[in-house]
């Protein structure tokens, strides 16, 4: 019996599996209101209700088989709002008082070079965000040198488990309400399963330079609803000079849809940094949008961060813009903007803050203001925190201040104020509860009051 002990204990290190498993689960109540755009007035708004709860599974394992990198992700959500009855939501497209939305849930296998994910999963990159289900498979040699290619069914809101955060903007998620009511131009391929695939050569940190070169190409019924190239390039070794550009180009309507370009030079104590940005919005060739709301935007940005030794950090930047609107001359809209006696498609301003950490607390202030195309406006956020660290509780808070003189909007006119507590004590080392209030005063919704209550949990197995 003596020797029993150690030979039954190196029989179990020999046989136990160094899988481990993370689980973080979240519950939020929120209770707010919004304001109706139908029935209601700017002297006498229409608040809407949310009651809503929210609860978050997340469930991450690695090494499910010894000495292998073979895992697998998943977060799902679960919601109801106690403040939109049934019937109502289903007289709202794309609305849902109560549903179960899976965000993502995919294995993962590597080895070398390689990496393979198969389920649903996100992808990013310069274009947007996409969610699919389907099979993404990655290898980059050890030159640097690789290639990615991908392929599924776009997440769509009538997909199974299925989430519309991540699709284009402009579309409705169906129109079976529209199509049961005889709606004229109702689109019943709204719900029609959408291919999606793409590709990537890519090259990683050779000698500080990474690039790769995209498509991706996405198809409803046989016809193509989305056709992008992109390009991406980044370079940087610690201080100096660093860079990265990027180009997403729409193939369907050849023409550029976004882009973004920064040279930056870091120092020990000072960074300073230039930007020329192409902004437009991203919709799906179903949009109707995608036709007429075409308006991209140029900017370009100047910023120098200033961190000298001590608790303070200080910034100031530059920013002016270009905006690629074409009104029709007849409309009233176009007439104001000609009499705000401004650049008609310019804005101009600019920046500055600092941020201030002594021990526990921590600080920021920021002041920026524009001028020039549609008005002008003028914003202040203080926020300030303390006990972030090991203590158990800690308190944050927000106060915000605008002054907005919108030139198309007469009720987006005069000051805007906020503030917002985030108090937060932790339980255990795996559990968190906090409460965040929140109060909005300001001319368009009157008085606008939230509060979300969240529970945390996060434990490894």
Not at 229 to 242: D, F, I, N, P, Q
Not at 371 to 383: E, I, K, V
């Amino acid at each position: 019996m003596g020797r029993a002990g150690p030979v039954m204990a190196l029989l179990a290190a020999g046989t136990a599996s160094a899988s481990a498993f993370q689980l973080e689960a979240r519950t939020e109540a929120q209770v707010y209101q919004i304001r109706a755009w139908r029935g209601s007035s700017p002297e006498e708004p229409v608040l809407l209700p949310r009651r809503r709860i929210a609860q978050y599974l997340g469930l991450t394992g690695y090494e499910l088989v010894t000495g292998q990198d073979l895992g697998f992700e998943s977060s799902l959500r679960v919601f109801s709002d106690f403040g939109l009855p049934r019937g109502e939501a289903a007289r709202i497209d794309g609305v849902r008082s109560e549903d179960a939305d899976l965000l993502y849930a995919f294995v993962r296998y590597g080895t070398g070079g390689f990496e393979g994910r198969l389920g649903r999963q996100l992808y990013v990159d310069v274009a947007d965000i996409l969610a699919f289900d389907g099979l993404r498979v990655r290898y980059v040699s050890p030159l640097g040198l690789g290639a990615e290619v991908y392929g599924g069914l776009w997440v769509k809101g009538a997909g199974f488990l299925a989430s519309s955060v991540y699709q284009p903007e402009g579309t409705r998620e169906s129109d079976a309400r529209r199509l049961e009511q005889g709606v004229p131009g109702a689109d019943p391929t709204l719900t029609a399963p959408e291919p999606v695939y793409g590709a990537k050569l890519l090259l990683e940190d050779l000698e500080g330079v990474s690039a790769s070169l995209g498509y991706r190409r996405a198809l409803v019924e046989g016809k193509t609803d989305l056709e992008r190239a992109t390009a991406e390039a980044r370079y940087g070794r610690g201080l100096g000079v660093s860079a990265v550009a990027g180009l997403d180009f729409d193939l369907l309507r050849p023409r550029l849809a976004q882009a973004r370009a920064q040279v930056r030079w870091d120092g020990e104590r000072l960074a300073v940094s230039g930007e020329a940005l192409r902004l437009s919005p991203v919709f799906s060739a179903d949009s109707i949008w995608y036709w007429f709301a075409f308006a991209p935007r140029d900017e370009a940005r100047v910023r120098v961060d200033f961190f000298p030794r001590g608790p303070l950090r200080y910034y100031v930047q530059g920013v002016g813009s270009l905006y690629h609107t074409e009104l029709n001359s007849g409309l009233r809209l176009a007439e104001v903007a000609r009499e705000s006696g401004a650049p008609p498609s310019y804005t101009a301003g600019g920046s500055a803050g600092a941020t201030l950490r002594l021990g526990r607390f921590r600080s920021a202030l920021d002041v920026a203001y524009r001028r020039g195309f549609g008005g002008s406006q003028l914003w202040t956020d203080l926020t300030a925190g303390y006990g972030f660290g090991e203590g158990p509780f800690t308190l944050d808070g927000r106060l915000s201040g605008a002054r907005i003189q919108d030139g198309f909007n007469p009720l987006l006119a005069g000051n805007f104020l906020g503030a917002q507590v985030w108090a937060s004590q932790a339980l255990t080392r795996a559990a968190r509860v906090s409460l965040v209030l929140e109060q909005n005063v300001n001319p368009f919704t009157r008085w606008d009051s939230k509060v979300f209550f969240l529970f945390d949990l996060k434990a490894s197995l």
